[in-house]
């Protein structure tokens, strides 16, 4: 038999599936997990000052239905102040670095 239910917005990954039938609980763990984030297109000069703390929009899919824990990257730095604006958005001041063709 089975039972079926609807999964609300969220974000993670090898999440448990907890289902409670008359008081008794029954876990199937790392059942579950929600698609990765994708960065589809970065809306910013191509170049900055290796001073960094210059604004870029990153937009994609999957970045969460609310204001999760958000960390970006540009190359192996996290991105200074990262702000969630959407499921499909996030703002992040570019770090001080150097380096040049360094992925999002």
Same mark, same amino acid.
């Given at each position: 038999n089975k039972v079926s239910?609807?999964?609300?917005?969220?974000?993670?990954?090898?999440?448990? =599936?907890i289902a409670v039938i008359?008081?008794?609980a029954g876990t199937l763990s790392a059942?579950?997990? %929600?698609?990765?984030?994708?960065i589809l297109t970065i809306k910013s000069s191509h170049n900055a000052p290796t001073t960094g703390f210059v604004s870029l929009?990153? =937009?994609g899919a999957n970045f969460g239905s609310q204001d999760f824990?958000?960390?970006f990257r540009?190359? %192996?730095t996290e991105c200074a102040g990262a702000i969630w604006t959407s499921?499909?958005?996030v703002r992040c001041k570019v770090?001080?670095?150097?380096g040049g063709y360094l992925a999002a």
């Open positions: 239910c609807t999964v609300q917005p969220g974000v993670g990954n090898m999440l448990d =599936a008359g008081g008794q059942a579950f997990t %929600y698609d990765a984030p994708t929009t990153m =937009a824990t958000t960390q540009v190359g %192996y499921d499909s958005s770090p001080v670095g150097t």
